[in-house]
Nanobody
Framework: QVQLVESGGGSVQPGGSLRLSCEAS????????IGWYRQAPGKEREFIAHITARGTINYGDYMEGRFTISRGSRGNAHDTVYLQINNLHPEDTAVYLC????????WGRGTQVTVSS
């Protein structure tokens, strides 16, 4: 089992920045990965980025640039992954969900990001 807890969402004005955090704990097998999706109202879930246990990073289409994924502290059964979002647009308003693949998929509950003036 893996538990995921997101934080760092909030309401910001266009052009602002946020750093989201995902705290993962539990059974992280050797080839796990942790990443982010987002889901806006009425839209499909959209892949943003993930980082593997070895540090390989992949971004979704059109995501690299304003979105940066990185890793914080890590232990045997713990990992912290960040998502830095710069120059936020109103279209970035969504629930941002952390996920982990460690022999199976796990999802966090999400953190709301609202961008408006």
């Amino acid at each position: 089992q893996v538990q995921l807890v997101e934080s760092g969402g909030g309401s910001v004005q266009p052009g602002g920045s946020l750093r989201l955090s995902c705290e993962a704990s539990g059974r992280l097998f050797d080839r796990y990965l942790i990443g982010w999706y987002r889901q806006a109202p009425g839209k499909e879930r959209e892949f943003i980025a993930h980082i593997t246990a070895r540090g390989t990073i992949n971004y979704g289409d059109y995501m690299e640039g304003r979105f940066t994924i990185s890793r914080g502290s890590r232990g045997n059964a713990h990992d912290t992954v960040y998502l830095q979002i710069n120059n936020l647009h109103p279209e970035d308003t969504a629930v941002y969900l952390c996920y982990c693949y460690s022999l199976k998929n796990y999802w966090g509950r999400g953190t709301q990001v609202t961008v408006s003036s």
